[in-house]
């Protein structure tokens, strides 16, 4: 099983960026698949996860309404729309699968993507 995530960058205050994850070795569609991210000096935080069972999503507080996840079950895909970014986004943000996934819960999920870095800053 790999997740590969990728789309993080630098984007100032305000921008949007797109965060994917490419995922072989198991179906998005049959996993419930999660963001996290971990920012330097901090814990790591459930961001949004997409449950297999009926594709209903989950969002931190403080991405509600900024943030999008969505998945493409022909690409095998994960995404996360990232809108009105703020300097407190700025973190690695993976990707993780569980077969019993539970929202922000980490332990609940099985498989875990490396990171990819996203920057907001002016």
């Known amino acids: 099983v790999q997740l590969q995530a990728y789309g993080g960058g630098l984007v100032q205050p305000g921008g949007s960026l797109r965060l994917s994850c490419a995922a072989s070795g198991i179906s998005v569609d049959y996993y419930t698949i999660a963001w996290f991210r971990q920012a330097p000096g901090r814990e790591r935080e459930g961001v949004s996860s997409i449950a297999s069972s009926d594709g209903s999503t989950y969002y931190a507080d403080s991405v509600k309404g900024r943030f999008t996840i969505s998945r493409d079950s022909a690409m095998n895909t994960l995404y996360l729309q990232m809108n009105s970014l703020k300097p407190e986004d700025t973190a690695v943000y993976y990707c993780?699968?569980?077969?019993?996934?539970?929202?922000?819960?980490?332990?609940?999920?099985?498989?875990w993507g490396h990171g990819t870095l996203v920057t907001v800053s002016s």
């Open positions: 993780a699968a569980g077969l019993y996934g539970l929202e922000s819960l980490a332990d609940s999920y099985n498989y």
